[in-house]
């Protein structure tokens, strides 16, 4: 995985449908804290949760990217947790650091193409869209600039998991 060009990689089917089940229900029914900056300066956004590494979710997203990406049981996976965004949120383009990997895990479970909440990645001046088809694992490198868009009329929940 070490090149010069960034690596924006997308994953179909990435669990079974009833491990992606079991993952929508964790989402919906967890505990949210207001949400993050994502850059300094921009105001908060979004609600998250924190997946701890006790938790069924994140045992079972660990070993799949692990089983999938077998260079990161090179690296540290140092957060996991659930990004919520409301109908119509407006995220703000970001990093997630200067070195390693995001994952995102789409956990809604329809999308159309006139419901938003695709994650946009910003490269050679050029917008590059992820649409978040359900149990869909995208894979990039961290230092892309990026943000989420929010759904036209329902929450947008993704797993984020980052390692170094």
């Known amino acids: ?87 119509r949120e407006l995220p703000y383009f970001h990093t997630d650091g200067v070195n390693g990997y995001t994952f995102l895990y789409y956990v809604n479970e329809s999308w159309q193409p006139n419901d938003g909440g695709e994650t946009q990645f910003l490269m050679d001046n050029s917008l590059h869209g992820v649409v978040p088809i359900p149990n869909r694992m995208v894979m990039f490198d961290a230092p892309i600039l990026h943000r989420a868009t929010s759904f036209r009329d329902t929450h947008r929940f993704t797993v984020a998991i980052k390692y170094e």
Do not use: W
Not at 75 to 85: A, D, T
């Open 1 to 87: 995985m070490e090149n010069n060009q960034p690596e924006i990689n997308v994953i179909d089917s990435f669990l079974t449908q009833r491990e992606f089940k079991r993952v929508v229900d964790y989402c919906r029914n967890a505990r949210y804290t207001h949400g993050e900056v994502d850059q300094e300066g921009s105001p908060t956004t979004g609600m998250v949760h924190e997946i701890p590494e006790t938790e069924f979710v994140y045992k079972l997203l660990r070993k799949t990217i692990s089983d999938r990406f077998p260079d990161m049981e090179n690296l540290r996976l140092y957060r996991m947790y659930v990004n919520c965004f409301a109908p």
